[in-house]
């Protein structure tokens, strides 16, 4: 029986970048596409990610790759927030959730997250509801990194061959089973994911 790693961001919860992105661009009143690309530039979203930069200090690094200072902190916050609506849950969560228990798996969350998204995350009852949670900003490693994996895995007390990482993302998906994790790629269509549950999910977790 595996130990399955949930991700929280389009597997349990919608997030919306694009409505970040356009409250950013209202602030600096620059192009949508440019403020985009500065808040979610890989080095900079990841320091933010490990918990080595605060909140503060990744607003003004994104104010300043667009030439601009950041003089209302409170608005930025505001916009980084909006990142999660305040019942984000997607439609199948609790199905998803209800298939787990039927399993009989134990089950752990799995995120690249900060600390002022996590506030919002853990106020539903649902999230926190499937175990300890694996997040970046505590882990100090951030996916597809093998350090987030092996963290993790010390982390709940179990090995990595002995985990299940159920994550949206490809990249995340490969990185778990270079440290020997298995890896399934959650269904972003609402179509196939009973499907995917009973033929994919079930045969996995039971190894």
């Not at 409170?74 to 909006?82: D, G, I, N, P, V």
């Amino acid at each position: 029986m595996k130990t399955v790693l949930v991700d929280i961001g389009n597997v349990l919860a919608y997030c919306r970048p694009e409505r970040v992105a356009a409250q950013v661009a209202e602030m600096f009143g620059c192009e949508r596409q440019a403020v985009f690309a500065a808040l979610f530039d890989r080095v900079r979203k990841r320091k933010l990610d490990r918990g080595t930069v605060s909140l503060e200090e990744y607003g003004c690094s994104v104010a300043a790759a667009l030439g601009k200072e950041l003089h209302k902190q409170w608005q930025f916050k505001q916009a980084w927030l909006s990142m999660f609506d305040p019942n984000p849950l997607r439609p199948e969560a609790r199905a998803f959730r209800a298939i787990l228990r039927i399993l009989e798996c134990p089950t752990a969350l799995a995120s690249n997250t900060d600390p002022w998204h996590w506030e919002i995350l853990r106020r539903v009852p649902l999230i926190t509801s499937l175990g300890t949670p694996c997040l970046s900003f505590e882990l100090g490693a951030v996916k597809p990194e093998p350090e987030f994996y092996k963290r993790a895995a010390v982390e709940l007390g179990v090995r990595p061959e002995d985990c299940l990482l159920v994550d949206d993302l490809a990249k995340n998906c490969e990185g778990a089973r270079k440290v020997g994790m298995s890896a399934l790629r959650y269904p972003q269509s609402e179509d196939v994911f009973y499907d995917w549950c009973v033929f994919t999910l079930a045969p996995a977790v039971r190894g």
